[in-house]
């Protein structure tokens, strides 16, 4: 069985641009949940997707948006990217917003 | 808001030593306790806990939770080089209704470095 994927693994984007990440959960998981890792503050909550609506969001700037479509793949996106939102960002999927979540290997976005 | 210490930090021990890694935590409507290890890439899954004082045990590391006294604490015993990695403990929070949403509070990690 497929783990969660998520692409693309590195990004490299200056200040002010906007980005877009995307990730696959696993099979007939429909949960989708966003991370932000930094050394500074570690793995912190951004949003929860669940059958296409958004359920839960963690406490982040309206820059940081996302979506889920019919198939449970979801993206994210951040929009005027500032030098602080140089991050692994990690997606976690499980079957119904329980746990465990099983994460996939991140992105990792750099900002100059 | 919730939150979840853990401690130590960072921990260097030998092959063969056994090591204990403690989280404690504070949230509203606890659900469980996880405990995650990163090495260079994405968290993979250990444990949840969710009673009081079970007992989880996988070959060389098990993991107790202690809801009264709100920590649990997680056990590598004869450890060796691949152990060495980032310790994660998370716990998640029922939300309204009793649904578990799908949100993870982390602590800061522990950086366990065993050497040969």
């Known amino acids: 069985k497929a783990g969660v994927t998520q692409t693309p693994r590195y990004l490299i984007k200056t200040r002010g641009q906007q980005v877009t990440l995307s990730c696959s959960p696993i099979?007939?998981?429909?949960?989708v949940s966003w991370y932000q890792q930094t050394p500074g503050q570690g793995l912190q909550f951004l949003f929860e997707?669940?059958?296409?609506?958004?359920?839960n969001k963690g406490n982040f700037p309206g820059r940081f948006s996302g979506r889920q479509f019919s198939n449970s793949r979801s993206e994210m996106n951040v929009s005027t990217l500032e030098l602080g939102d140089s991050a692994l960002y990690l997606c976690?999927?499980?079957?119904?917003?329980?746990?465990?979540?099983?994460f996939g290997d991140g992105t990792r976005l750099s900002i100059l | 808001e919730d939150k979840v210490v853990q401690s130590p930090l960072s921990l260097v021990v030998h092959e063969g030593d056994t090591v204990t890694l403690n989280c404690s935590y504070e949230?509203?409507?606890?659900?469980?306790l996880l405990w995650y290890k990163q090495e260079k890439k994405a968290p993979t899954f250990l444990f949840m806990l969710?009673?009081?004082?079970i007992e989880k045990k996988s070959g060389r590391l098990s993991s107790i939770l202690d809801k009264k006294e709100l920590f649990s604490i997680l056990n590598i015993t004869a450890t060796q080089t691949g152990d060495s990695a980032i310790y994660l403990c998370?716990?998640?929070?029922?939300?309204?209704?009793?649904?578990?949403?799908?949100?993870?509070?982390f602590g800061q990690g522990t950086i366990l470095t065993v050497h040969p």
């Open positions: 976690a999927s499980s079957l119904f917003g329980g746990q465990p979540q099983h």
């Open positions: 998370a716990v998640s929070a029922s939300g309204a209704g009793g649904t578990s949403y799908g949100k993870l509070t």
């Open positions: 969710t009673s009081s004082g």
């Open positions: 997707y669940f059958s296409e609506t958004q359920r």
């Open positions: 949230v509203t409507n606890f659900r469980s």
């Open positions: 099979s007939g998981h429909r949960s």
